[in-house]
């Protein structure tokens, strides 16, 4: 069977034209619509500042002035002959890519190659999962199509770091943030006994359970919830009747900072604290905030303008 050719359709407009041309697409049968726009992009940043501390100048330079409607038809004849009647509902200048053949929504895949981390995780796309993996290295398999976080950035190789280091056979590990659940799986991989994790958004459960799931770990020794810990009292004293031997946090400042309040009545007293995700202008408020709540920092790394910090019970 041929493989099926796909064309990318970019209609540049304006922001006060944007719903007027996709109500006219729409109405015409068109569903797949991709909509840009840079009030949209600024109102979606101000909307979650605290989740970052900072947004790429190139991103935020790609974005100014972008007002843009994109659309997807098939590279043939019925495709070009959709391509008309839409053009002609449009009235207006519009580009036209081709996208190769039909696996073209996965072309990401070939930027994600295995990544080896410290000195014994090796993390791997799970579609190269049979490619052999270096001698003395613990593969640790993802899905980056579904995932919150790959293991790329460095505020995730710092914690990834931490892990590694800290992980010891039959430990518990509690996992604040986990997206993807890499850090916790990590830790699973490197022989945690278990592993709690929790994120605010609900469909980070789904994700690291199936990222667990890659790397043969069940419910048995994972648990995922969904929730705000700095919020939902109820969730706060459920995690924290059981202390852990790792807590672990790759988030940004500003969540770190009211966590570290909590951070010592989730670990044994033995237990570290190991939290990334700051950005290194910021690293000595998170420091600060360590400390007030009981916390000795006892190690610093740091990466490409971030920070991790290690610590434990003062």
Not at 27 to 50: C, I, P, S
Not at 100 to 119: E, F, I, M, R, T
Request: glycine share 8%; proline share 4%.
């Amino acid at each position: 069977m041929e493989d099926i050719k796909w064309l990318e359709v970019a209609v540049n407009t304006t922001a006060d034209r944007l719903d007027e041309l996709s109500g006219r697409l729409i109405n015409a049968g068109m569903t797949g619509l991709v909509v840009e726009d840079e009030q949209e992009f600024h109102t979606f940043l101000e909307q979650n500042r605290q989740f970052w501390d900072y947004v790429d100048e190139e991103l935020e330079k790609r974005m100014q002035g972008l007002s843009r409607i994109k659309f997807y038809v098939t590279d043939d004849e019925d495709g070009k002959k959709l391509l008309n009647k839409y053009a002609a509902l449009l009235g207006c200048e519009y580009t036209v890519t081709p996208l190769g053949d039909n696996d073209w929504a996965y072309s990401w895949q070939k930027y994600y190659k295995p990544l080896p981390v410290g000195d014994k995780l090796y993390v791997v796309p799970e579609w190269e999962r049979n490619e052999p993996v270096p001698e003395g290295k613990v593969p640790f398999y993802l899905n980056p199509g579904l995932t919150f976080g790959t293991g790329s950035h460095a505020s995730t190789q710092l914690c990834l770091g931490g892990v590694e280091r800290h992980t010891t056979p039959g430990c518990t590990v509690l996992d604040l943030g986990c997206g993807s659940g890499i850090l916790s799986i990590a830790a699973l991989v490197l022989g945690a006994e278990s592993a709690v994790a929790v994120d605010i958004d609900p469909k980070a459960v789904d994700v690291a359970y199936e990222n667990a799931g890659l790397n043969g770990i069940g419910k048995d020794r994972y648990t995922v919830l969904a929730g705000d810990v700095l919020s939902d009292r109820s969730l706060a004293r459920d995690l924290a009747r059981q202390q852990y031997d790792l807590v672990l946090a790759n988030i940004v400042a500003d969540v770190i900072i009211p966590l570290s309040a909590q951070a010592t009545g989730l670990m044994k007293d033995d237990g570290l604290f190991i939290c990334s995700g700051i950005i290194d202008t910021r690293a000595h408020e998170v420091e600060a905030a360590l400390q007030r709540n009981g916390l000795a920092i006892i190690r610093r790394d740091e990466q490409n303008g971030w920070v991790a910090l290690t610590a434990k019970k003062a």
